[in-house]
């Protein structure tokens, strides 16, 4: 659906965007993350046709950004960055002109600026100036304005900024909804979001691309293994030896627990195989007792973090 | 022309919808009347010469104020991304935007009419020259509003979109005075005159109405319209 070959942005001596190569398919949500400043805007920007390429193609819909921009834009809902608005128009009259420049006939405006409020939940500030509005209402305007020509291509831009956690939520569950019809492309630098919310994640960071995938694969790809923590009852030696002769254990670690608490194993395993099947069968075996089984994958902030700060270690 | 109507109609919302439309306009309305009156009886005569040599003046003040907002606005608020991702061509919100403010210009003239019908009244009033005066005043006003556009679309910030265009505006007019022309060497008294906007008015003014003013005028609106159209482009030349 969006294809992204080789794009590059210079803003005078600053390359913004840096070679970035990347497709979307029909359908998929992508999470396009990145640190800020690390150019997701300036991409989305060009996506969006609001402005060219240095270099390289963007296709949307088999439509070239260049030559066909008419075509792309009518293609694509957009909500840029904390949601920019009319701030002395009221919130009617202003979806009203976006759905009168998207091209909705007049007879059904009326009738789809109803549904695409009820939608975004804001029946109850229709009439009021944008301006007077909360920063979450904003925020859903913005949205409603981008939902309005019911468009198949949805790029959101940090479209959860400002808001408090609840109202977080509330969009989040909004975009998931909206998701299951639509090709998504969701910038954010707040990885709980993106994990919450897309199927495959881009990182990009000084303008290109470091890691694609998804949560899964990314945070496999990071670290290969995965971290084990057990408190098991028993002798420590004893059960230690056992763990460290399983198959995909690589080391194992014990944290000695004070008086009559049990102690902690930390294991390293390989991915493959269930390994907390496996020490469960391990103690039920031996008739030990487990009070504290834990398998702790890598997160998705440590691959954010392994990622964007790596190459400023190396040079 | 759908969606020059579109913005036509979202810019008079933000217009209408906030006090400015109605400061401005009822500003010009009271600074015109009082300026015209305080003078009109002195020169005992139902005429509106006096009225129609002070528009250009006035105008320079009020056509700023009426365009300041309109690019600059948008930049700051950032709302021209949302509206240069629609599907809507450059010039079609440039000239929805100039229509705009013509609308409000126009407002201004219609109000003062009220002070042609109790000038009428008061003695025989030649309207030869009172029509030519407001055909004038509308095209001048015209050509200011699409210099104050385009200068809005320079910059963020709205007092100096405001004041550059006034000094734009005055330098436009004020080339053509006779005083500029008197000083200035002789190869280019031709050209001055022809540049400035306050020769074309004056003919205008007295009731003769020449298509080459006429002409001067829509090829100014027309150049800085143009130029405009280039300033909202240039946010693609990086």
Not at chain 2, 131 to 144: D, P, T, V
Request: aromatic fraction near 10%.
């Amino acid at each position: 659906m969006i294809e992204v070959k080789g794009v590059t942005k210079r803003f005078g001596p600053t390359i913004a965007v840096n070679n970035l190569s990347f497709e979307v398919k029909k359908g998929e949500v992508l999470g396009f993350l990145g640190p800020n400043g690390a150019g997701k805007t300036t991409m989305m920007r060009i996506i969006t046709c609001y402005m060219p390429a240095s270099d390289g193609i963007v296709k949307v819909a088999g439509h070239d950004t260049l030559t066909d921009s008419f075509k792309v834009r009518e293609r694509i809902g957009y909500l840029p960055e904390s949601a920019p608005l009319y701030l002395d128009m009221d919130v009617t009259d202003y979806l009203s002109f976006v759905a009168q420049v998207r091209g909705i006939p007049s007879n059904v405006r009326r009738e789809r600026i109803k549904k695409i409020t009820d939608a975004c939940g804001l029946e109850k500030v229709l009439g009021k100036d944008i301006g007077t509005l909360s920063k979450g209402y904003r925020q859903r305007v913005g949205l409603a304005q981008s939902l309005i020509h019911d468009p198949d291509i949805l790029i959101l831009d940090e479209p959860t900024t400002g808001l408090d956690p609840g109202q977080i939520i509330e969009i989040r569950e909004l975009i998931k909804r909206i998701g299951r019809e639509k090709t998504i492309i969701l910038c954010s630098h707040i990885l709980p979001e993106v994990s919450a919310t897309c199927d495959r994640i881009l990182i990009i960071n000084e303008g290109q691309k470091v890691a694609s995938g998804t949560p899964e694969e990314l945070a496999t790809a990071t670290e290969g293994n995965i971290t084990v923590r057990a408190k098991i009852h028993g002798k420590d030696a004893e059960i230690r030896e056992r763990l460290e002769a399983m198959e995909n254990v690589i080391g194992c670690r014990v944290i000695t627990g004070g008086g009559s608490s049990p102690s902690t194993f930390v294991l390293k395993a390989k991915q493959e195989g269930d390994i907390g099947q496996e020490v469960f069968k391990m103690v039920v075996e031996n008739n030990y007792s487990l009070s504290e089984l834990r398998i702790e994958r890598v997160s998705l902030e440590d691959v954010f973090l392994h990622l964007t700060t790596k190459e400023r270690e190396a040079e | 022309m759908k969606n020059v109507i579109a913005v036509f109609q979202k810019e008079l919302r933000s217009y209408f919808n906030s006090p400015m439309a109605y400061i401005v306009i009822i500003l010009f309305v009271g600074f015109a009347n009082w300026l015209f009156f305080r003078s009109f009886f002195m020169a005992n005569s139902a005429s509106m010469r006096m009225y129609f040599s002070m528009l250009p003046w006035l105008f320079m003040v009020f056509a700023p104020l009426i365009t300041m907002r309109l690019w600059a606005e948008e930049k700051k608020l950032n709302t021209l991304e949302l509206l240069m991702t629609m599907p809507l061509k450059d010039w079609e919100a440039v000239l929805g935007k100039f229509f705009s403010s013509l609308f409000l210009l126009v407002s201004m003239l219609v109000l003062s009419l009220p002070l042609a019908i109790n000038v009428s009244s008061l003695g025989n009033m030649d309207w030869g020259p009172v029509i030519g005066g407001y055909l004038g005043a509308f095209l001048m006003g015209a050509a200011y509003l699409s210099i104050g556009l385009f200068i809005s679309s320079l910059t963020q910030n709205q007092i100096i979109a405001a004041i550059i265009s006034f000094f734009v505006c005055f330098g436009l007019w004020i080339v053509g005075e006779s005083i500029v022309v008197f000083l200035a060497p002789a190869s280019l008294v031709g050209l001055l005159e022809f540049i400035g906007l306050g020769s074309h008015f004056e003919s205008i003014g007295r009731g003769v109405i020449d298509s080459r003013d006429l002409i001067y005028y829509l090829t100014v609106i027309g150049f800085f319209l143009y130029l405009n159209v280039k300033g909202v482009e240039s946010r693609k030349w990086a």
